[in-house]
């Protein structure tokens, strides 16, 4: 049983920063590509960015391009999102996601999901 555990959301003015960190257990962790996603009241889930399993590739929704930067560190079983510029749209429940397949950009494609961590920013 995998379980991932978000953390280090909250809330924050416009301009600010955030670091999301996602805590997965299991011993596979480096073998699966990660994903981050974002879900606002009202909204479908999105895609945010991924990263695959070594770190060497990743990919980011255009509305996060330049401002979010995802990276994992595979010892410690944990995947980052910093967050930077933060923008009032950028208010969600971010949750980060595990798949095993190639294309990493597929929210259905993701078979492990946390509970979410809560962000807003405000005016």
């Known amino acids: 049983q995998v379980q991932l555990v978000e953390s280090g959301g909250g809330l924050v003015q416009a301009g600010g920063s955030l670091r999301l960190s996602c805590a997965a257990s299991?011993?596979?962790?480096?073998?699966?590509?990660m994903g981050w996603f974002r879900q606002a009241p009202g909204k479908e889930r999105e895609f945010v960015a991924a990263?695959?399993?070594?770190?060497?590739?990743?990919a980011y929704a255009d509305s996060v391009k330049g401002r979010f930067t995802i990276s994992r560190d595979n010892p410690k079983n944990t995947v980052y999102l910093q967050m930077n510029s933060l923008k009032p749209d950028d208010t969600a429940v971010y949750y980060c996601?595990?798949?095993?397949?190639?294309?990493?950009?597929?929210?259905?494609?993701?078979?492990?999901w946390g509970q979410g961590t809560q962000v807003t920013v405000s005016r």
């Open positions: 996601a595990r798949t095993p397949a190639r294309s990493i950009t597929t929210v259905t494609l993701y078979d492990y």
């Open positions: 299991g011993r596979t962790f480096g073998t699966y590509a």
């Open positions: 990263v695959a399993w070594s770190g060497s590739s990743t």
